[in-house]
């Protein structure tokens, strides 16, 4: 089992800077790939960006290609993601998420993806 803790939420201006952090817990958490996931009012949760187990394959959904950095710390269990110059359209719930997978498998098969975390709510202010 891995648990999953997000931490970092909370209210953003607009154009402000966004940093989430996961710290995980559990089985080893050096071998599982991480990704974000955001979940908009009213829309279905949506991939952000994965990272392979070793940092060296991250990997972000086209729409915020460019937008969002996603990073990991072995040494720390933790795994984040920033974000610079946030919008409105970027208050989400976001989620952690870790599987045995290789990140373009955590964006296209989030359905086998076995550990996610509680989430934590970003509101971007206009």
């Known amino acids: 089992q891995v648990q999953l803790v997000e931490s970092g939420g909370g209210l953003v201006q607009a154009g402000g800077s966004l940093r989430l952090s996961c710290a995980a817990s559990?089985?080893?958490?050096?071998?599982?790939?991480m990704g974000w996931f955001r979940q908009a009012p009213g829309k279905e949760r949506e991939f952000v960006a994965a990272?392979?187990?070793?940092?060296?394959?991250?990997y972000s959904a086209d729409s915020v290609k460019g937008r969002f950095t996603i990073s990991r710390d072995n040494a720390k269990n933790t795994v984040s993601l920033q974000r610079d110059s946030v919008k409105p359209e970027d208050t989400a719930v976001y989620y952690c998420?870790?599987?045995?997978?290789?990140?373009?498998?955590?964006?296209?098969?989030?359905?086998?993806?076995?550990?996610w975390g509680q989430g934590t709510q970003v509101t971007v202010s206009s």
């Open positions: 998420a870790a599987a045995p997978l290789p990140p373009p498998a955590i964006a296209n098969m989030p359905a086998k993806i076995p550990y």
């Open positions: 990272i392979s187990w070793s940092g060296g394959k991250a």
């Open positions: 559990g089985r080893t958490f050096s071998t599982e790939t």
